[in-house]
């Protein structure tokens, strides 16, 4: 018996639309990442390896 498939899910309401990833997603992700290096690169430098270390 073929395993019984989800239909995707969607959320629409002001201006805001939420949906699962997409593969199609991933060149928008790849640009808006490299857009916000010089302000988010700044403090995710410092975080990521006290999250690595940690524990």
């Known amino acids: ?4 498939t989800v239909p995707p899910i969607e959320l629409d309401g002001k201006g805001l639309h939420l ?3 997409q593969s199609r997603d991933a ?6 990442a490299q857009s ?14 006290r999250q690595l270390f940690a524990g």
Request: net charge positive.
């Open 1 to 4: 018996m073929p395993a019984e």
């Open 19 to 21: 949906r699962p990833w």
């Open 27 to 32: 060149r928008a992700l790849c640009d808006a």
């Open 36 to 49: 916000s290096l010089s302000t988010v690169g700044r403090w995710l430098a410092a975080l990521v390896p």
